[in-house]
Structure formats: C-alpha cells, structure tokens
C-alpha cells in the first residue's frame, strides 16, 4: 500500500518561509508526476505546483517567483520551498503522487492527509 507522509506545515508571518516535505513508502517503482496543492474552506482545492520525473515543474500563477518544487526521485521525495508567504497563502497543502507503477501494479494517484500552512499578518 502506498501512503504519503507530509511535514514541515506551520504558523509563520508574512514575508516568512516554510520548506514543505512529502516522502512516498510502500513498493514503489516509479512516479510520474509529484506535486502540491492547497485548500481553503469552502473553495475547491487548487494547484500550486507539480513537477515530473525530468525536473521539469509547473506553477500557479499566484506562487511564480515565490516557491520552488523539487523532487529526489532516489527518495520518493518531493519538496516545496515558499518564500515570501502572504496571508493568502492560508491553506491545507496537500501532497499528491500519479501515475505510479507498484509492485502490485499501476496506480492512478495518491493523497498525502495535508498539512496547515497558516500566514499571519
């Protein structure tokens, strides 16, 4: 069974930074895309940044400049690196793996539980 571990969420002020990490177990033998998105209450959940399997990522406009995904493959690892946080950053950020081959075969995605990410101004 696959499961994502995030950490790294907390309270911080604006202008300050945070360094998200998700870490994927079970029997995992390849991940197509890693990413993280985020959710407020009563708003659907959004991308803020994927990345795949060459480096190559992908950002949502409101995090461009800011934050920086990366991923250690070796490690089933992914990273999000937020600098200059705002107040509207205020989310649960979820962890998010797809198109995995297991060694009980392909799965289509997986859901890291979120961590809180919380801006104060």
């Known amino acids: 069974q696959v499961q994502l571990v995030e950490s790294g969420g907390g309270v911080v002020q604006a202008g300050g930074s945070l360094r998200l990490s998700c870490a994927a177990s079970?029997?995992?033998?390849?991940?197509?895309?890693m990413g993280w998105y985020r959710q407020v209450p009563g708003k659907q959940r959004e991308l803020v940044a994927d990345?795949?399997?060459?480096?190559?990522?992908n950002y949502a406009d409101s995090v461009k400049g800011r934050f920086t995904i990366s991923r250690d493959n070796a490690k089933k690892m992914v990273y999000l690196q937020m600098n200059s946080l705002k107040p509207e950053d205020t989310a649960v950020y979820y962890c998010?793996?797809?198109?995995?081959?297991?060694?009980?075969?392909?799965?289509?995605?997986?859901w890291g539980q979120g961590t809180q990410v919380t801006v104060s101004s």
């Open positions: 990345i795949i399997s060459d480096g190559t990522a």
């Open positions: 079970g029997r995992i033998y390849t991940i197509g895309a």
């Open positions: 998010n793996i797809d198109r995995l081959t297991t060694q009980t075969g392909p799965v289509l995605e997986v």
